[in-house]
């Protein structure tokens, strides 16, 4: 007999075939184990991978969203820089009484934009001078005596908005 009849015999009869699980048969167990370590490795890289890119993401739209306000804002802070001329003729207008009519109406209109926006006028008779607030022009005594460096008289309103000052006041003040 030729050897592969011998071979096809054996398969048949079950001759030659070993019933214990050879060392291929473990080997062949091995990768599988390897293959599946190594896929929940893959697993968890890109989980993290994931979760970074997610993370940067958010940093990023935290990122986008302040600056889109912070260039909100300089665009007001510019219009209402803009507008101070107008505010400072309206204020000189209300202290002599020359408001009435139609301009009256338009300069309320004016002052609710601005308070919409957090614009505020300061700087009063009185105050305590502040160098942050206030520039000092002049010196012009009060009446009474003052125990600290108090505001005389008001040149020209400063301006502040949502609390930092855009204008300082012009002032005149009045030492102790």
């Not at 071979?7 to 075939?17: C, K, L, P, S």
Request: net charge negative; hydrophobic share 35%.
């Amino acid at each position: 007999m030729t050897d592969s009849h011998q071979d096809a015999d054996r398969e048949t009869t079950g001759e030659g075939v070993d019933s214990t699980p050879s060392p291929e048969g473990v080997e062949q167990d091995s990768p599988v184990a390897d293959r599946s370590a190594e896929l929940e490795t893959l697993v968890a890289e890109r989980t993290a991978d994931l979760q970074r890119l997610q993370a940067e993401y958010v940093n990023y739209k935290k990122r986008v969203d302040r600056d889109r306000d912070l260039s909100r804002q300089a665009g007001i802070e510019h219009v209402l820089t803009d507008f101070m001329p107008v505010l400072d003729a309206i204020t000189l207008a209300k202290q002599h009484d020359d408001i009435d009519g139609g301009f009256k109406m338009v300069a309320d209109e004016l002052d609710k934009v601005t308070n919409k926006h957090g614009l505020v006028a300061f700087g009063a008779v009185g105050d305590a001078f502040d160098p942050v607030k206030h520039e000092a022009l002049m010196a012009i005594p009060l009446d009474h005596p003052v125990d600290v460096t108090t505001v005389s008289q008001v040149m020209q309103q400063g301006y502040e908005l949502k609390g930092r000052v855009i204008r300082p006041a012009r002032v005149a003040v009045a030492n102790p």
